[in-house]
């Protein structure tokens, strides 16, 4: 979404007078005393910033802290207390949501984010509007076909999507670009180009704004930090003035203890085998997890990464190929048939395939014993005996924050909406659990509980796939991690070869002979 001019809240001064070219001192974006009061809770309190032009400036706190509001008030979604003063030149948006029309092309959401003026009369060129789209999401790593519904494109493509559309026609940019979570489902190499775009749009006189969860990434690009918890500014500080672990403690306003996860013992049974699976970007892979064990898959966009766990769950329709989980033969394309045989799966878009966000936490926990009990009265106002007592171990168990299981999951930070989505899953005692992005654009804090959750399911005997973007996420779960590019796998690293480098070497396919393919039992 792009935004320019005026917005909804109160400017506390006038845009600077004079002609066109005349050079501009004052910031892109000044804010003062910024509150924000919903019934009940205080989601920004007394919140000051400024940003200057060429300055990435980023925005970090856990889940709740206040960083989305922030952004909807900036866009004009939400109005704050008065008492507020912000100025500001042109805003414009990547949102979390990425705010794409899912049954248009990447085309035509391109052109949603155009002005309209007289050339909305003239006829349409197709071939132009076409190469012009290939050529904008070409500009950051996208190679992919432009005219499929934006539906059909994996996450990451997404994510290309709206940002192409979001730098489109800005030249020079003049204001802010607003960007919140834009890294969530990108690898390192697309992250990488990211960056660049953004760099040079900071380069060329913009002010930034970037939101992340991922600290590193924040070290590596901003040049200066404002962590927000509770709704109040408690540091702003450069980035040369903290390092990774400083920064997790002003977020958290505690220490959080280093995850460290403890050799398992597989089980000496399989879980889960495919061979020969083809599905969409899934081109003919061969796997095996063993009872027990964390298996990870890493890749680039369109090696079959965002692919590989919906092809074996049946979300997309397999061309070819089979899967068996504990030796029995999963049929094609059938996710109830997939849940029936012990297969449950955590999607990488909550929001839209993971949870039904207008029912409560408890509602959504019990989900999946409503398509084998039909007849149970699930969304009655309280849950009864056993259920209820159920209810409140899993509340328990993944640290439910605040623990109000009647609560609509939608009123829940994401952290705690994920939780939930995991702990739905795991409900259903699975033979293998398949995780797709499962702690994308969660906090320090819930991250933690959610690889506790996951570490705890594989001690207890359940299979797992854990597709990543997140190379320290796999080195921290794994076992081991099969790369696949091209659709197939193309490397394996045991947990003793696991490491950064040795995972965008092969993910990028730089290794050579040194490609791995180690022998299971």
């Not at 910031?27 to 989601?43: D, E, M, Q, V, Y």
């Not at 990451?156 to 802010?176: F, K, L, N, Q």
């Not at 290794?511 to 393919?517: I, K, L, V």
């Amino acid at each position: 979404m792009s935004g320019g001019g005026d917005s909804a809240v109160p400017v506390m001064e006038a845009r600077a007078a004079g002609d066109a070219g005349t050079q501009r001192s004052d910031p892109p974006l000044r804010i003062g005393g910024l509150s924000k009061t919903f019934p009940g809770l205080k989601a920004l309190d007394n919140v000051s910033l400024e940003v200057s032009a060429g300055e990435i400036l980023a925005v970090v706190g856990q889940n709740g802290s206040g960083k989305s509001t922030l952004v909807k008030i900036l866009a004009g979604i939400h109005s704050p207390d008065p008492g507020a003063a912000v100025e500001h030149r042109e805003l414009r948006f990547i949102h979390q949501d990425l705010g794409l029309v899912s049954t248009l092309s990447t085309i035509e959401n391109l052109d949603l984010g155009r002005p309209v003026g007289r050339q909305a009369l003239a006829p349409v060129r197709r071939g132009r509007e076409r190469a012009g789209a290939r050529h904008a999401v070409r500009a950051f790593g996208g190679h992919f076909d432009v005219s499929r519904p934006v539906s059909e494109l994996a996450a990451a493509e997404r994510t290309i999507v709206a940002i192409a559309r979001a730098m489109a026609d800005w030249s020079p940019p003049d204001g802010v670009l607003v960007l919140d979570e834009p890294t969530a489902a990108l690898g390192s190499e697309e992250v990488e180009r990211l960056f660049q775009a953004v760099r040079a749009v900071a380069a060329q006189g913009a002010g930034v704004i970037f939101i992340s969860h991922r600290l590193d990434e924040v070290l590596g690009l901003c040049d200066r930090i404002l962590a927000l918890r509770d709704g109040r500014v408690v540091a702003d500080v450069t980035s040369s003035e903290v390092d990774h672990d400083q920064l997790v403690d002003i977020i958290a306003g505690r220490e959080i203890a280093e995850v460290k996860i403890a050799h398992r013992q597989r089980h000496d049974r399989l879980a889960l085998v495919t061979r020969g699976l083809a599905a969409g970007t899934v081109r003919g892979v061969d796997l095996e997890i063993w009872a027990g064990e964390i298996v990870g898959v890493a890749g680039l966009v369109g090696s079959g990464r965002d692919d590989v766990a919906g092809a074996i769950f049946g979300s997309h329709p397999r061309e070819a190929g089979e899967v068996l989980v504990a030796g029995r033969p999963v049929r094609a394309g059938d996710p109830t048939a997939s849940i029936r045989c012990g297969l449950a799966l955590v999607p990488a878009d909550r929001l839209r395939h993971g949870a039904v966000m207008n029912l409560s936490a408890r509602e959504n926990l019990t989900l999946p014993s409503l398509a084998f009990a039909p007849g149970r009265l699930a969304l009655a106002p309280f849950a009864h005996g056993a259920e209820r007592r159920e209810i409140a171990g899993w509340v328990g168990r993944v640290e439910l924050q605040p623990p109000q299981p009647e609560r609509a999951l939608r009123l829940f930070s994401g952290g705690n909406q994920q939780k939930v989505v995991i702990a739905k899953c795991l409900s259903t005692q699975p033979r293998v659990l398949l995780l797709d992005e499962p702690t994308q654009g969660v906090d320090v804090g819930a991250k933690a509980a959610i690889y506790a959750l996951i570490d705890r399911a594989a001690e207890e005997g359940t299979g797992i796939l854990l597709t990543s973007s997140d190379t320290k996420e796999l080195i921290t779960l794994c076992d081991r991690v099969v790369v696949l590019r091209d659709g197939r796998v193309a490397a394996e690293l045991s947990r003793e070869e696991l490491s950064e480098a040795s995972l965008v070497r092969e993910t990028l396919g730089l290794a050579g002979s040194a490609n791995h393919r180690p022998t299971h039992k």
